[in-house]
């Protein structure tokens, strides 16, 4: 019901943009909360953005500003358009949908900032 695929990672200089995308491929996704976590190596997985089905967004504290997700339900996808990003912003990225209590997620694409 689930298929989550990311892709738009990439290695950007310090201040660069990059915008990440997750399709599903299943047919609920307009029913799918929505959210972007990142994972950068030792560290533990953080939650970066999140958008429900009604469009209301939150974003960890030092994102805000500086990333943006949105959503568009007619292509399935949800996209994390991230600005100004810095060396601390380094980590898999991954997509995340919550349904039903069931957490499903892509396979994450790796975003390098250097300075």
């Known amino acids: 019901q689930v298929h989550l695929v990311e892709s738009g990672g990439g290695s950007v200089q310090s201040g660069g943009s990059l915008r990440l995308k997750c399709v599903d491929s299943?047919?609920?996704?307009?029913?799918?909360?929505m959210a972007w976590y990142r994972q950068a190596p030792g560290q533990q997985r953080e939650l970066v953005a999140t958008i429900t089905t009604s469009g209301h967004t939150d974003y960890l504290d030092s994102v805000k500003g500086r990333f943006t997700i949105s959503r568009d339900n007619a292509r399935n996808t949800v996209y994390l358009q991230m600005n100004s990003l810095k060396s601390d912003d380094t980590a898999a990225y991954y997509c995340?949908?919550?349904?039903?209590?069931?957490?499903?997620w892509g396979q994450g694409t790796q975003v390098t900032v250097s300075s």
């Open positions: 299943g047919t609920i996704f307009s029913s799918l909360n």
């Open positions: 995340n949908a919550d349904w039903g209590g069931v957490d499903y």
